[in-house]
C-alpha cells in the first residue's frame, strides 16, 4: 500500500499570498496518477487536479500541480477568499487508492 | 449536467448492515465505475473500493473485504454500498464518487450507535 505524507498539516496565509503543499508518496506513484481535492466543511471533496498536473474541468488556473514520482506540489499562485479550505492528495494508481492526511490552509 | 444523488442518513446498532444507494444521472452509467470513499468525523479521506458499471467487477480495499457489497443496477442507474457487521467506527459520511473521482455525491451519514 502507497502511504502519502503532506505537509505542512496547516499553513496560515493571507488572501492574496501564494501557497505551496507537498505530498510525498512512501513509493513511486504510477504514471503519476496523483490528484488533488479541496474540501470544505460540510461539503463533498472537489477535484482541481488530475494526473498531477491537468487541472479539472472548471478549476481557475491559479491553481497548479507539478511533481513526478514520489514528491508532487500544489501550488495557489494567488489565495482568494474562497480558498481557504483543506487539501487532499490521493494516488490512484495502484490499489487500494490512498488520501494523504490533508492540508488545511487557514487565513493568518 | 452529471449528478449522483445518495440516499438520507441511518442510524444503526452494532452488528447491522447498511446499504447506501448512489443514483446517477447525465452521463451514460455503464461508461464509468463508481468509487465508495468515507469520512469519519474530523478525519480524512479513506477508499473503500470500486464496481464498474459495466461488468459489475469489483476491487476493494482489503480492510473491508468480507464486510462490503458493491453492486449496480444498470436499468436504473442506481450504484449501492452495503456494509456489513458495522461498528462504531464505521460511523462516517460515505461518499459515491465517479470513475476518476470529478462528480461526488452529497454524502451520506451512517450513524452506528447502540
Known amino acids: 500500500e502507497i502511504v502519502l505524507s503532506q505537509s505542512p498539516g496547516t499553513l496560515s496565509l493571507s488572501p492574496g499570498e501564494r501557497a505551496t503543499l507537498s505530498c510525498r508518496a512512501s513509493q513511486s506513484v504510477r504514471s503519476n496518477y496523483l490528484a488533488w481535492y479541496q474540501q470544505k466543511p460540510g461539503q463533498a471533496p472537489r477535484l482541481l487536479i488530475y494526473g498531477a498536473s491537468s487541472r479539472a474541468t472548471g478549476i481557475p488556473d491559479s491553481f497548479s500541480g507539478s511533481g513526478s514520482g514520489t514528491d508532487f506540489t500544489l501550488t495557489i499562485s494567488r489565495l482568494e477568499p474562497e480558498d481557504f479550505a483543506v487539501y487532499y492528495c490521493q494516488q490512484y494508481g495502484s490499489s487500494p487508492y490512498t488520501f494523504g492526511p490533508g492540508t488545511k490552509v487557514d487565513i493568518k | 449536467q452529471v449528478q449522483l444523488v445518495q440516499s438520507g442518513a441511518e442510524v444503526k446498532k452494532p452488528g447491522a448492515s447498511v446499504k447506501v444507494s448512489c443514483k446517477a444521472s447525465?452521463?451514460?452509467?455503464?461508461?464509468?465505475?463508481i468509487n465508495w470513499v468515507r469520512q469519519a468525523p474530523g478525519q480524512g479521506l479513506e477508499w473503500m473500493g470500486w464496481i464498474s458499471a459495466y461488468n459489475g467487477n469489483t476491487n476493494h480495499a482489503q480492510k473491508f473485504q468480507g464486510r462490503v457489497l458493491m453492486t449496480t443496477d444498470t436499468s436504473t442507474s442506481i450504484a449501492y454500498m452495503e456494509l456489513r457487521s458495522l461498528r462504531s467506527d464505521d460511523t462516517a459520511v460515505y461518499y459515491c464518487?465517479?470513475?476518476?473521482?470529478?462528480?461526488w455525491g452529497q454524502g451520506t451519514l451512517v450513524t452506528v450507535s447502540s
Open positions: 464518487t465517479r470513475d476518476r473521482f470529478d462528480y
Open positions: 447525465g452521463y451514460t452509467f455503464t461508461n464509468y465505475a
